[in-house]
Structure formats: C-alpha cells, structure tokens
C-alpha cells in the first residue's frame, strides 16, 4: 500500500500560510544586477529588500539582516558552542552587502565595515525558508487501524531494550513514525515501568505524581479512576504545555473488558485538512480552554489550558499537537457568537473522522507489555471494565525524549 512507504505530513493549503515578510518578487532600482556563477548552476540577483539565489533546484530569498545576522565567521559565532556572538542589535537594519561574490560552493558578501562573510550554498538550501518548507519537521506515518496493523510494527523486548542501543533507537524509530510503541517482557511492577522509562527519558512530575499507579477507587476527582468508559481523548488537555508522553502498564487485571483505544489524531485532522480547509484553519486557529477542576479529599487543583484542538506550525501547517478531550472541554468563552456555530461544525466533522470504526486501534494491555502513547498526537480511550484493575505509569517531557531521539541519530 502506497500509504505505507510514504511519509505522510499535513500541509495546509498555499492560501492558509500567511508569510508576514515575504520578499517583493518583481523589482526595479539601480541595484539590480544578475550574476552566472561558472558552472551556470547558480544565479543570484541583489533585489531592493531581499537577495535573490537560485540554486539546487529552489528560487530562494533571504532578507539583508538576515544575511548578516547568520554569519558563521569566528567573530560572528562560535562553532564550539554553537552559539551567536554576533549582537543582532548593532546591525544596521537598512544594511546591504557592497560586494557578492559566488564560487562554485560559497557565496561571498562584503558588507559595510569590511567584513566578509562566506555561506556554503548547501547550508543556504537548508537553511532558507524556501528549503525548510519542503521538508516535514517530523516525518510520520499516519495510520487507521488497517495502515497500523499491516505495517506489524516490531515491539522490543525488555532484556535487548535496557542494554542495546540500536534497540532503544529502532523502538524511538517507530514511536516518532507511528506516535506509539510497546515493550514486552517487562517485569509487572512500577519499579521496573520506571527503569524502562528512564531509559527513554525524563519522567514529568505533574498533579498525579511521578510514578502513578491507579485502580477504580475514586481516589481523585476524575473519570480514570472509576470502571466507566472512556471516550478517546488525549491528556492534561489543561496544562498550557500538555504532557508530551504517556506510558502505561497494566500491572494486574482480574475481570472483563478493560481494552485499550488508540486513535491517530493526525490522520483524522489530516482528513478534515482534505475535505475542509476552512474548517482544519477553524481548529487550528480558535483558542478553546479546557480545565481540571478538584476538590476531593486532600486534593485541591486548578488547571487551565488555552489553545487551539489543531496546532500547526505557522510557516507552513504542518499538525504538531491535538487537544482534544471532550469531558476536560472548558466553557466555551473565547469565540464570539458569529464563529461557534462554524467552530463547532469544524469541531463535529473532526469528532466523526476520530470516531470512525476503521481508525481505532484496540488493545489489551497485559502485565508485562508497557504502551507508550504519544500524547500530542495519538488518542486513548478504554472500555468499561469489571473487578480489580491495576494500571501504572508516567509522563514524560517530550523535550528529552526528542532529545534522546537525536543523539541517537534520528530526525525529530
Ligand atoms: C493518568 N492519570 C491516571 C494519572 C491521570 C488521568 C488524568 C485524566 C484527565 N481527565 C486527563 O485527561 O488529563
Ligand atoms: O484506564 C485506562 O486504561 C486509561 C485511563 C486514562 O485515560 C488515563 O489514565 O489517562
Ligand atoms: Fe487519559
């Protein structure tokens, strides 16, 4: 299947990007001049508010100060820290180079002062936001439950998981390709959910804890803890940076039913990003609020989250994090009157992609297999259940454990 081998990414369509300091593209002026570089690969022209360069198969456009601002002399930046030295703040903002040179891999720019700067063409490709609009941030595979189960995504096993690296790397691999992964054979206890989530990351302390374990008591104001249902939703929808990774383990489970939902939220918000531009803007630019409100017991909180169900990055649309849980859903007072009927509308059409039957994955967890869920991207949800059920977990930064996923190589 064509959907298997491709990497997906949501792009939002040409009119919805908004770019605030686009370059004139006609120009006219006594500055104007065009250049060949030898080998007839690169041109380049000096227009009035932006320098023009064609290479490698782009028409590319960089801003003056920018050009200025990201010199990588020694003066200019530091390559062992990785760091500016340059003050961006003693650029002159009306600067133009008086001088440009282009060798078969560099561009030469001269400004005022005298110093020379030298881009490597290759670096600019990359670096330009003509480059960077052609590659997803994050490459994923969108799935429905079929895509999902037909890929047989490997799971890893405790023992090579804690002491291989390629293990950790290829599990990493598929959780940032899918939004999920399992490890298998790991001891039922919350001592070792913790080991095998240290060696992924950083474990996010919240409201909950940092290691939780919860059965049905009502221990805390909230439907986890009770045997009802659970309607696909992702977590701390409340937090203004909701939890970037859930992982559960279900330590013991003496009765009925109890499975575990998982829905992708990018391939449902990709199929309204299909059918209704209109209605993905609608998402991914009303703010809503959602909210966790306690008092039970000892436990008395207060959280507040604002912020779109869709949110995209703005250079070019690409679906980053889904906030969706219908029951943490605050009031509803941050769209006037005149856009909630379409919000709710978009919302309704969203609701039905994320409901149908085909996109929901179904799992029983048993001690032993350990599920991380990526809580920005992927919905959970689960099923009644009868008698004893015991499930344990955490959260993670998502930070560190993209992080993690870097240093071992792989693009996040
Ligand atoms: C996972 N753990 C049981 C600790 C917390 C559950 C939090 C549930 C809450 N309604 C939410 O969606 O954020
Ligand atoms: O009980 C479960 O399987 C999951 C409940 C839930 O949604 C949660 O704890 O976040
Ligand atoms: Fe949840």
Redesign the pocket.
């Known amino acids: 299947m064509a959907l298997l081998q491709t990497f997906l990414k949501l792009r939002g369509s040409a009119q919805s990007v908004t770019r605030a300091w686009g370059c004139a593209p006609v120009m006219v002026g006594s500055k104007r001049c065009q250049h060949t570089a030898p080998q007839d690969t690169c041109n380049w022209q000096l227009l009035d508010d932006c320098f023009e360069l064609r290479y490698g198969g782009l028409v590319m456009h960089f801003n003056y100060v920018w050009l200025r601002d990201h010199c990588r002399s020694a003066s200019c930046y530091n390559s062992k820290t990785n760091q500016r030295n340059l003050d961006t703040g003693s650029i002159d903002l009306d600067i133009r180079p008086t001088k440009t040179r282009v060798d078969e891999e560099n561009l030469f720019l001269t400004w005022p002062d005298g110093h020379i700067t030298r881009y490597n063409l290759a670096w600019l490709v990359k670096n330009s936001y003509e480059g960077q609009k052609l590659s997803a941030i994050q490459p994923r595979i969108l799935w429905n439950s079929e895509i999902y189960t037909n890929a047989k995504v490997p799971s890893v096993s405790w023992e090579k998981f804690m002491n291989c690296d390629e293990e950790l790397k290829s599990f990493l691999n598929n959780f940032l390709l899918y939004g999920i992964a399992f490890v298998e054979d790991v001891p039922a206890t919350i001592d070792a959910t913790e080991t095998v989530t240290k060696r992924v990351s950083v474990i996010r302390e919240?409201i909950?804890?940092r290691m939780?374990s919860?059965t049905s008591d009502f221990s805390?104001g909230?439907?986890?803890?009770t045997k009802l249902a659970?309607d696909r939703?992702?977590?701390?929808?409340?937090?203004q940076e909701?939890?970037g990774i859930?992982v559960?383990h279900c330590l013991r489970h003496e009765g009925t039913g109890g499975r575990t939902l998982l829905v992708d939220g990018f391939y449902s918000a990709n199929k309204v990003l299909k059918q209704s531009p209109e209605n993905f803007e609608l998402l991914s630019r009303v703010p809503i609020k959602h909210e966790?409100i306690e008092t039970l017991g000892n436990h008395s909180n207060h959280m507040i989250g604002i912020g779109p169900v869709l949110n995209v990055y703005p250079w070019n649309n690409e679906v980053y994090m889904i906030r969706y849980?219908n029951?943490?859903r605050a009031v509803i007072n941050t769209v006037p009157h005149s856009v909630a009927q379409r919000w709710y509308v978009a919302h309704r059409q969203l609701t039905d992609e994320l409901r149908k039957p085909e996109n929901e994955l179904w799992v029983k967890l048993k001690p032993g297999k350990v599920l991380f869920i990526d809580n920005w991207r992927v919905l959970h949800g689960r099923e009644s259940f009868t008698g004893l059920r015991q499930?344990c977990?955490?959260?993670l930064t998502r930070d560190d454990v993209l992080n993690t996923a870097r240093s071992l190589g792989l693009q996040a």
Do not use: E, K, M, V
């Not at 939703?233 to 937090?239: A, I, V």
């Open positions: 919240t909950y804890g939780w919860f805390r909230d439907t986890a803890y659970l939703h992702t977590d701390t929808s409340y937090f909701p939890c859930q559960f966790f849980n029951y943490d499930l977990g955490c959260y």
